[in-house]
T-cell receptor, first 112, second 114 residues
């Protein structure tokens, strides 16, 4: 049970912003929201994570809804290198806090 | 590059055989987690080793076992291989047992069972 819902696939034009949505309606107050991406033939790569407030780093921004039931990963200018599967993961809490439960993710295609 | 290295990168085994996969964690990290990724699926948690002890386990049978060494490198052993064990096996390293930050993944070992 991945406990998050994401679209199977999305497309974006190169150099345009991309908003990748994620629903996590059963999230608890102590669960972090993690985003990883996986390029073909590589291991997952950390993108960003957050708990309550919006977060920014050099790769992306994470916008978390006020009720924390959904979040959006924002890539400000998509490049061809951003074509990957993006996983939104609700971090385990309590006894499950040592693992990440991946779903199938969103496959992002970037069109030149 | 994450600094997490896995070996071998590819291997082929036959049903019933045993396999050992290896992972060197990133410098300064004391925790290694193993994940199995079947084709077209997201990674599935196998277990975590923290300070040389198994700290948590996913829904995998006992024929999946592991070790962590004093230098925090790790091995994943799978006995009595089945066709469904064909997958990409990923190792991830971190500091501390609770995931409150970044996991650093290796590029994986692709196992094919014939």
């Amino acid at each position: 049970d991945a406990k998050t819902t994401q679209p199977n696939s999305m497309e974006s034009n190169e150099e345009e912003p991309v908003h990748l949505p994620c629903n996590h309606s059963t999230i608890s107050g102590t669960d972090y929201i993690h985003w990883y991406r996986q390029l073909p033939s590589q291991g997952p790569e950390y993108v960003i994570h957050g708990l309550t407030s919006n977060v920014n780093n050099r790769m992306a921004s994470l916008a978390i809804a006020e009720d924390r039931k959904s979040s959006t990963l924002i890539l400000h200018r998509a490049t061809l290198r951003d074509a990957a599967v993006y996983y939104c993961i609700r971090g385990g809490s309590g006894a499950g806090s040592y693992q990440l439960t991946f779903g199938k993710g969103t496959k992002l295609s970037v069109i030149p | 590059e994450t600094g997490v290295t896995q070996s071998p990168t590819h291997l082929i085994k036959t049903r019933g055989q045993q396999v050992t996969l290896r992972c060197s964690s990133q410098s300064g990290h004391n925790t290694v987690s193993w994940y199995q990724q079947a084709l077209g699926q997201g990674p599935q948690f196998i277990f975590q080793y923290y300070r040389e002890e198994e700290n948590g386990r996913g829904n995998f049978p006992p024929r999946f076992s592991g070790l962590q060494f004093p230098n925090y490198s790790s091995e994943l052993n799978v006995n009595a291989l089945e066709l469904d064990d064909s997958a990409l096996y990923l190792c991830a390293s971190s500091f501390g047992s609770r995931i409150t930050g970044e996991l650093f993944f290796g590029e994986g070992s692709r196992l094919t069972v014939l």
